[in-house]
């Protein structure tokens, strides 16, 4: 039986991860449980799924926790910044890693790649986009291109967008996630996140990735190729499947894990998009191209703007015209090579970022 460390068991990855072990649509038996303020949930969890669990209150107890609760995969379903630092760990204790927290792979770059390869383990993408990709790309070496689907949020079309409220943006057309995840899909600065992470995943430049709006959320990315094919992955929009194939790894064969999808009665469109509409999207295909800690800043500067937003200190539009703030300062040329250095980085982007809500 594989056995699987859950962190942000709390939270939507780690419910969907819980529920599919429940259903047997993952053969795998919990190690242990990680979250950080639902501490009720998360000892409910640990009765039932029999494992320990903790609430990550300090550097110190998640690392005790991680290296005493080794498994053979850790599934990192944290939310935000504070997910690096898990990722790193994980690797550490000698754990391959299932990774949903794309703000690892968008903070950590290059870095996060290289402590991977030095410490031998793998890092398996949970994004859904990223996780199709991943699949397609084994069976083929002569990529020319990624083309990522966007489902465009709930207002893609819409002009009137200074009145959204949070719950408003927070309210996703086909996926339920997490709030942070759920807003930063409706600017596109989830697709951005999405860009920088697939260009750090698959090692490829920004140039050679495309973004389509596609509202179905059935096509989950697609690779196309130097003939000029084009191979897609179609599934429900549900997360059960990329996060059971990425903890699961090849290891038994999966059956069922989500419904077939029928062709009966299937509408599949692809649409463009517009840098007017979705500046965020545009923006994170500049940090891509320029590297160093661009990266991190574009994350960090989306976090405080978001919370900002939720907290009703700034307008939905305001989040795009500071995260745009803080990218043009560009303080950002340092290319990190250690987690303090990154840690930094990450900090000084929020300390610039609440400076430009002041100055809002
Ligand atoms: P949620 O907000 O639903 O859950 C977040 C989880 O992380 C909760 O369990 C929370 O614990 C825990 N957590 C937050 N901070 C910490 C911390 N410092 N240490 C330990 N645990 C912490 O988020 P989602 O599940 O939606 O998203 C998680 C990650 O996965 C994000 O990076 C997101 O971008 C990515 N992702 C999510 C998808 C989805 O469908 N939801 C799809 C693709 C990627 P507590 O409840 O105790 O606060
Ligand atoms: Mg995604």
Redesign the pocket.
């Known amino acids: 039986m594989r056995k699987v460390l859950i ?8 419910t ?1 991860a819980l529920n599919a072990i429940r259903a047997g649509k993952l053969k795998a038996k919990v190690t242990g449980l ?5 501490e009720n ?2 000892r409910e969890l640990s009765n039932e799924f029999n494992c320990p669990y903790i ?2 209150t300090s550097s110190e107890i ?1 690392k005790d926790f991680i290296f005493s609760h080794p498994a053979d995969i850790a599934l990192n ?4 910044a ?2 690096l630092e ?1 990722s790193l760990l994980c690797l550490y204790a000698g754990m391959d890693l299932a990774l ?4 690892s792979v968008v903070m950590g770059g290059k870095f996060l790649f290289s402590e991977a390869e030095r410490m031998g383990r793998k890092i398996i993408p ?3 986009e990223h996780s199709a990709i991943y699949h397609l790309i084994q069976d083929h070496s002569d990529v020319s291109s990624l083309v990522i689907t966007a489902s465009g949020g709930p207002f893609f079309g819409r002009k009137d967008l200074d009145s959204i409220t949070p719950e408003e943006a927070a309210n996703h057309p086909t ?7 759920s807003i930063d899909s409706s600017t596109l600065a ?1 697709k951005g ?1 999405e860009v920088i992470e697939a260009g750090f995943l698959f090692d490829i430049s920004a140039d050679r990735i495309e973004v389509t709006v596609h509202r179905q959320s059935v096509v989950h990315s697609m690779i196309r190729l130097t003939d000029g094919s084009v191979y897609a992955q179609l599934s429900p929009p549900d ?1 059960t499947l990329p996060i059971v194939s990425a903890v699961n790894d090849g290891n038994h064969e999966l059956h069922d894990v989500v419904s077939p999808l029928s062709f009966s009665n299937l509408t599949l469109t692809f649409q463009k998009w517009s840098e007017e509409e979705f500046p965020l999207l545009s923006l994170a295909y500049t940090v891509l191209r320029k590297k160093a800690s661009f990266p991190i800043a574009y994350n960090a500067a989306d976090e405080v703007a978001v919370q900002a937003f939720i907290d009703g200190k700034i307008k939905y539009t305001d989040i795009a015209i500071v995260v745009k703030a803080v990218i043009d300062t560009c303080l950002w040329t340092k290319t990190c090579t250690s987690y303090n250095e990154i840690m930094e980085a990450d900090a000084l982007a929020r300390k610039v970022a609440c400076e430009c809500l002041l100055s809002l």
Do not use: C, P, Q, Y
């Open positions: 962190l942000g068991a709390t939270g939507s990855i780690g969907t990680v979250a950080f303020h639902n949930k998360l609430l990550n998640l379903g944290i939310a935000g504070s997910g898990a949903a927290n794309k703000e949970v994004d859904s996926w339920k996630m997490g709030r942070k995840i989830n996140l997360m």
